[in-house]
């Protein structure tokens, strides 16, 4: 058995960041990502959501870290507004690039002594951590300035130390909600910092792709995309077998199959499926298709929440096209035939809803053709379609 594998402890992760063992493949786009940055490379990483986009930028910068690259993360989606913005931004600022002799108690403040506002800063009594605050009332053009400053800070920072920086910016989307102008403020810093890269993530996708996309748009072209697909059958394949048979459990060749076509390669829906049937299956022992069978009822039970929340956001002719996809999908509810069949309303009642559902990322779209992205959802509704519908 490998050095530090816990045998009864589940090697499989859901929901959480997958760190280290737990991480599945995205070997080739982890290299590209990891090369991108030190390159100094923009890069904006587009998927559904739970496609591991944050495990795979924290896997990167586990090996950025190694390489000397300095890396710092904000999530907006945290930072309301652009004052807590400025919050978090300093103490990532403080805490990932300024130097250890910046990072000294007496010297805290050192880094943002050109700010318009200067931080207030506050120690957690617990464990004895700094974090900055920036007061309220201040004039909106001083919180433009500090934040501007702010922004410019580690660019400068890591070239006084002679180190490459990136600057994960999570949950991007919410820029525009945090301040419409806040887009081009940030271009404009951004686009002349050639020493740092910016990595953008977010779970929003179509908000995503407008930033990015929209010539309209200050980002527009302003970073190279990485798109992360589903993963591949044969090292998924591997990867559960391996942590299977790593905490003295094995798996069946066709189990494995099966289950990865339950989940169609879905990296969390993988990962959860995975995670029930190793609990289903005992020390010693090699997990098959009955195994699967609960693991899928086990899945479906910690899903039921979540699932009926859905449901009950869903207008009726939204939850009418759910239905249908789960009994057959892909489908083309835009379509004559597939409508008769399946007593769906018109064509444009089933374009708006189905809009609506591409847009949750519930379903996803090709060519006309439709089918229900979010994992396990198609199951949850078969399993309970007398009941609610």
């Known amino acids: ?91 990532a600022i403080y805490e990932n690039i300024a130097s250890p002799l910046e990072r000294a108690r007496e010297r805290a403040l050192a880094p943002f002594r050109g700010l318009r506002i200067q931080p207030v800063v506050n120690v957690d009594p617990i464990d004895g951590s700094l974090t900055f605050s920036f007061g309220l009332g201040r004039r909106p053009a001083d919180i433009d300035a500090t934040l501007e400053r702010l922004l410019e800070l580690p660019g400068e920072l890591g070239a006084g130390r002679g180190r490459r ?77 391996k942590r299977f048979a790593d905490t003295g459990r094995a798996v069946d060749d066709a189990t494995v199959a099966e289950l990865l076509e339950r989940t169609g390669g879905h990296p969390y829906a993988t990962q959860e499926l995975a995670y029930f049937l190793w609990e289903e299956t005992p020390t010693g022992g090699t997990a098959g298709p009955e195994e699967l069978e609960r693991a899928l009822a086990a899945v479906l039970r910690a899903e039921h929440a979540h699932f009926t929340l859905l449901w009950e956001r869903s207008a009726k002719a939204q939850r009418l096209l759910l239905a249908a996809l789960a009994r057959e999908q892909p489908g083309r509810p835009f379509s004559a035939d597939y409508r008769n069949e399946h007593g769906l309303p018109s064509a444009a009642t089933m374009q708006k809803a189905a809009r609506a559902l591409v847009q949750r990322e519930v379903l996803a779209a090709d060519r006309g053709a439709h089918v229900i992205a979010e994992p396990f959802l198609a199951e949850w509704i078969r399993a309970n379609i007398d009941r609610i519908a």
């Open 1 to 91: 058995m490998p050095r530090g594998i816990n045998p009864s402890e589940n090697p499989f992760r859901y929901g959480a960041l997958a760190l280290d063992d737990a991480f599945a493949d995205r070997e080739a786009e982890l290299r590209e990502l990891v090369a991108d940055v030190r390159n100094g490379q923009d890069v904006v990483i587009f998927a559904p959501r739970r496609y591991g986009k944050s495990s795979l930028i924290w896997r990167a910068a586990a090996r950025l870290h190694r390489a000397k690259v300095l890396v710092a993360a904000v999530d907006l989606m945290t930072t309301p507004s652009k004052q807590k913005l400025a919050e978090k931004l300093a103490g």
């Open 165 to 241: 920086v990136a600057l994960v910016l999570d949950e991007f989307q919410e820029v525009v909600e945090i301040d419409p102008g806040l887009p081009k403020l940030m271009r404009a810093v951004f686009q002349a910092q050639p020493e740092v890269a910016h990595v953008y993530l977010g779970s929003k996708r179509h908000v995503m792709e407008r930033i990015f996309n929209d010539e309209n748009e200050p980002f527009w072209r302003s970073a190279k995309p990485i798109e992360l697909g589903r993963i591949e059958a044969r090292p998924f394949a591997r990867f559960i077998a």
